[in-house]
């Protein structure tokens, strides 16, 4: 996944100019082109056909326009932008999450654009694709893109995956001469704190140990970096930090993408893009910076 060159967004349908700026920003970094996918939810053009009293082949053509209205909405768009012509586009209409895990299963990318805003139905399914996806996820408020990156925090709980969060992290701040916090989680609780001292004990030394010969990347990478290790829960942790610190960017490790960890990844990405007022990057695969320092 992580040799793609694709930067693949996935349209909400109502932050879409918001979306494609900040493709066109991130390709210059991170890929080679832009593919824009919109979904419409299945349930919008069952109730417009049923409201407009249409069946068969009139509902099926109902359809065809709802989709060719939002390709040509999306083409219009680029115009607008004068995109260059390194952006693809496509339109499907469905359930949105499983339309939105066959986009993801069939198209390789460097890196996956979204918002907490793509919803199905139900509610919001930001959490669930990052959950669900393969490479690494960019999730950002579409009233705060990423624009000037200074200051990164990257924030883990200990997995083995985090070695993407640590190098992606670096990467990115050498991209953009960013300077870098690394805080290490000791996940705790009341039980461990009154039975489990020596467990937690031996966790701090590994976490100080860890951060220690991250601090060595660092400076052989010249990016100027400080570290904190601290106890408690996972994402209160990574919350209260970037409250304290407010970096620009949030970067966070993953989980692999089956059972248990993935439903756990999806919860905590959920929490943190729920929560801080920044972008989250979610580091699942190494990255390969293709731009140069903006």
């Not at 930067?7 to 066109?24: S, Y």
């Not at 990844?265 to 929560?275: H, P, R, V, Y």
Request: with cysteine; hydrophobic share 45%.
């Amino acid at each position: 996944m992580g040799a793609s060159s694709t930067i693949l967004a996935l349209d909400d349908g109502e932050n879409t100019e918001v979306l494609v700026r900040t493709a066109l920003v991130w390709v210059g970094w991170l890929g080679k082109k832009v593919r824009i996918a919109r979904i419409i939810d299945e349930t919008v053009l069952r109730d417009t056909t049923r409201a407009m009293g249409v069946v068969g082949g009139v509902a099926r053509k109902v359809r065809e326009t709802f989709l060719e209205e939002g390709r040509e909405a999306l083409r219009d768009l680029l115009v607008r932008l004068q995109a260059p012509p390194v952006v693809e586009i496509e339109t499907t209409a469905g359930n949105t999450m499983e339309s939105a895990k066959a986009i993801l299963d069939r198209n390789p990318y460097a890196l996956l654009l979204l918002t907490p805003r793509l919803r199905s139905a139900l509610g919001s399914i930001a959490a669930e694709i990052i959950g669900y996806a393969r490479g690494n996820c960019l999730v950002f408020s579409p009233e705060a893109p990423v624009v000037e990156v200074r200051r990164i925090l990257v924030a883990t709980m200990g997995a083995a995956e985090d070695r993407y969060a640590f190098s992606a992290a670096l990467e990115l701040a050498k991209l953009f001469g960013a300077r870098m916090r690394v805080l290490l989680v000791v996940l705790s609780n009341e039980e461990l704190q009154i039975y489990g001292q020596k467990l937690l004990e031996q966790r701090h030394l590994e976490a100080r140990s860890t951060l220690q010969c991250i601090a060595e990347e660092a400076e052989k990478g010249g990016v100027a970096m400080e570290g904190a290790v601290k106890e408690g829960g996972g994402t209160e942790a990574i919350v209260a930090d970037a409250k304290e610190w407010k970096p620009d960017l949030v970067v966070v490790g993953s989980f692999n993408r089956t059972g248990f960890h993935r439903i756990l990844m999806g919860s905590i990405a959920g929490t943190l893009i729920n929560k801080v007022t920044v972008p989250v990057f979610v580091a699942k695969t190494s990255i390969v910076v293709s731009g140069e320092k903006p």
